[in-house]
């Protein structure tokens, strides 16, 4: 597989617009585990694979189990994860799938149960931000296999 361009050096603006909102949402106060399942779920619907070697690699430097990382595509048949991330996952599902079925009302209250206003804003804009992620890997083909976490992975 081969990348189509390198679109950080054709538009470097839009790479320091998406940058910053990478930096505002890892200041926000959402869980970093949280949100690399986040972006780990969302990249897996999506099908990029970049971000999901990515952001697999990232949760394991940042202390995620193999088996919960290997049970996220079916998170809502295991008891492995809390309801605090059942409802992030449901979230990302429905947001990252939005025209399906445009997030009934159940699923908003059953989410929001679990955060606050201001934590379901930017967990909103956490999915958001992936999802554009996604949209630059996939159409551009971002070559997986590359990226090495900040932190390594413990061993």
Same mark, same amino acid.
């Given at each position: &597989?081969?990348?189509? =361009?390198?679109?950080?050096?054709?538009?470097?603006?839009? =790479?320091?617009? &998406?940058?910053?909102?990478?930096?505002?949402?890892?200041?926000?106060?959402?869980?970093?585990?949280?949100?690399?399942?986040?972006?780990?779920?969302?990249?897996?619907?999506?099908?990029?694979?970049?971000?999901?070697? &990515?952001?697999?690699?990232?949760?394991?430097?940042?202390?995620?189990?193999?088996?919960?990382?290997?049970?996220?595509?079916?998170?809502?048949?295991?008891?492995?994860?809390?309801?605090?991330?059942?409802?992030?996952?449901?979230?990302?599902?429905?947001?990252?799938?939005?025209?399906? *079925?445009?997030?009934? *009302?159940?699923?908003?209250?059953?989410?929001?149960?679990?955060?606050?206003?201001?934590?379901?804003?930017?967990?909103?804009?956490?999915?958001?931000?992936?999802?554009?992620?996604?949209?630059?890997?996939?159409?551009?083909?971002?070559?997986?296999?590359?990226?090495?976490?900040?932190?390594?992975?413990?061993?």
């Amino acid at each position: &597989m081969e990348a189509r =361009m390198d679109y950080a050096k054709a538009a470097p603006g839009a =790479m320091r617009a &998406m940058n910053k909102l990478e930096a505002y949402l890892a200041a926000c106060g959402l869980e970093s585990a949280l949100t690399d399942l986040v972006k780990l779920r969302a990249s897996q619907i999506n099908g990029c694979a970049y971000c999901v070697d &990515m952001h697999s690699l990232d949760a394991r430097a940042g202390g995620e189990t193999e088996q919960r990382l290997y049970a996220l595509p079916v998170w809502q048949e295991t008891p492995f994860f809390s309801e605090r991330e059942r409802a992030a996952l449901l979230w990302t599902e429905k947001l990252t799938l939005i025209a399906l *079925d445009h997030v009934p *009302d159940a699923v908003y209250e059953q989410v929001r149960a679990q955060f606050t206003d201001e934590e379901l804003a930017n967990l909103t804009l956490a999915i958001a931000t992936i999802n554009a992620w996604n949209r630059f890997g996939i159409s551009f083909r971002d070559v997986p296999g590359r990226y090495q976490p900040a932190k390594p992975p413990p061993q």
